[in-house]
């Protein structure tokens, strides 16, 4: 999930290093496993196993957020619950009210967090920060998890400095449906890239949606679509000949990989200069980003 830096507050390259590479900052926000009462905790780990929590490389920042949640079996809270409930008929009478059943599960869900009987998972964020094109990556579309990782950046300052950042789509040029709409057409393309095999395409209402997958898309059937007045919200591509991709109109880039499916030597991540020019190469393509106030990563 892409943000960029920049806008009215522009921040350069240069004090976007030296903000990012401050090692002891992130270690203020170092993990710390889910405590007794705690359902869930969060915070920066190593982006490669060592002693490091920021790894610069070249341009790019490397962080990682780790996410802890304890999981609570739904089969054995409603059992509880039941036993809850059941215990009451039997003291008062008659059916709890639906505000007391809700109190019932605050105090099942407190019980199994603070036992042994809940499970513990984790989850992982990397996180990077493109000093060069002034972009925040995330290699994650969840926004439950794209708000843990911004509270957690925030959480992270001490300073009341303002870091402006905000989601791509809100400062793109163009109206994106509309642009990748005529993107099926290859000669509205950039030189850089090509239409690959897959396409979402929808009304206007955003209801009567088609998934196109494997499938050419510049037969006749996406051509009768468009003509019915469908636009595209989603498009795979291909950039150079070397990845393959899907941009949606979130600004969303997705399922990554290399075109060439027998290169196993080449590796693809968020701070290679392919995917940074991959991203360059897309939002120039949708017209750039206008000049807006942004939202700060620190209030």
Known sequence: MPFTFEGENKVNSHELTKIFSNESLFGLMKFKPCGTYQESSYGWVSPFN????????????????????????????????????????????????????????????DELVSSERAQVGSE??????????????????????????????????????????????????????????????????HSDLELFDSAMLMDVEGKNKTQHSQHNLLDSVIAKEIEQGKIAQSLGLTWQDKINFVINDKCQVKQIKLADKEDTETQLSMYSDDIAGLLECVFESLGGFKEIQQDSLLD
């Open 50 to 109: 060592n002693d490091k929590l920021v790894v610069e490389i070249s341009e790019f920042i490397v962080l990682k957020l780790r996410i802890q949640k304890k999981i609570l079996n739904s089969k054995v809270m409603q059992d509880m619950l039941e036993i809850k409930v059941n215990e009451y008929i039997d003291q008062v009478g008659m059916k709890p009210e639906s505000t007391t059943i809700k109190g019932f599960k605050e105090q099942i869900k």
């Open 124 to 189: 992982y964020v990397q996180v990077v920060i493109d000093t060069k094109r002034k972009l925040l990556l995330m290699d994650t579309t969840s926004g439950g998890i794209i708000k843990v990782v911004l509270d957690c950046l925030s959480n992270t300052f001490t300073t009341k400095s303002s870091y402006p950042v905000t989601p791509i789509i809100n400062v793109i040029e163009s109206n994106i449906n509309a642009t990748l709409t005529t993107w099926l057409n290859p000669d509205n393309l």
